[in-house]
């Protein structure tokens, strides 16, 4: 099945700073890479997404790269503010048969953003 | 509001008791999932259903049951077979298919004590 490692498992940055973390996959089948952010004691929700036919997408001060040929993604915030202290997920979807549309989770980056 | 509701937020069980989790949406989601979350490990997945009364086992189903008779929801079952149950449980549902957005619920925080 599909694995995700995802790096560094803790960051710390100065507000306004840039921060990048790194996911990598191994199932060369997978085509969907969306970014989760989780605040304390709340789910997880979509910040980012991108999709195999693209190499890069931004939203404001966020943006991801795609690389399907060394099977990594990253996501880069730009301009760091303390709100964007939360945990970090990366997440690959797996196609086909019984796991059509199945997310596999990285481990998660907690990333501290200080004023 | 669409969205999707886990209940309770916090559960307590005594060892030995089956303790059974609430996941509701409104969203016309077709899929829908369970994950357990511990520390440093990310999100794992438990069940998962993509149409009613279907359902696959995830990477981590022993000591868990699901059921999914209506689309709207999707209940998670914690036996006593689960040996360490102490847990964050998020539910999360979707559009049937890949490539499509996984919205979450608050999670239901489980301590056996």
């Known amino acids: 099945g599909e694995n995700v490692e995802q790096h560094p498992s803790t960051l710390s940055v100065q507000e306004g700073d840039s921060a990048v973390i790194k996911c990598t996959y191994s199932?060369?089948?997978?085509?969907?890479f969306p970014w989760y952010k989780q605040e304390l004691g709340k789910g997880p929700q979509l910040i980012i997404d991108?999709?195999?036919?693209?190499g890069e997408k931004k939203d404001q001060r966020i943006a991801v790269t795609l690389n399907k040929t060394a099977k990594h993604f990253s996501l880069h915030i730009t301009e760091t503010q303390p709100e964007d202290s939360a945990v970090y997920f990366c997440?690959?979807?797996?196609?086909?048969?019984?796991?059509?549309?199945?997310?596999?989770f990285g481990q998660g980056t907690i990333l501290t953003v200080h004023p | 509001d669409g969205g999707i509701t886990q209940s309770p937020k916090y559960l307590f069980r005594k060892e030995g008791q089956n303790v059974t989790l609430s996941c509701e949406q409104n969203l016309n989601h077709d899929a829908m999932y369970w994950y357990r979350q511990d520390p440093g490990q990310g999100l794992r997945l438990i069940y998962y259903s993509q149409i009613v009364n279907d359902f696959q086992k995830g990477d981590i189903a022993e000591g868990y049951s699901v059921s999914r008779e209506k689309k709207e929801s999707f209940p998670l079952t914690v036996t006593s077979a689960q040996k360490n149950p102490t847990a964050f449980y998020l539910c999360?549902?979707?559009?049937?298919?890949?490539?499509?957005?996984?919205?979450f619920g608050q999670g239901t925080r489980l301590t056996v004590v």
């Open positions: 199932d060369s089948a997978s085509n969907y």
């Open positions: 997440a690959a979807s797996t196609s086909g048969g019984t796991s059509y549309g199945k997310l596999t």
């Open positions: 991108i999709r195999s036919n693209v």
């Open positions: 999360a549902s979707s559009t049937q298919g890949m490539n499509t957005e996984a919205f």
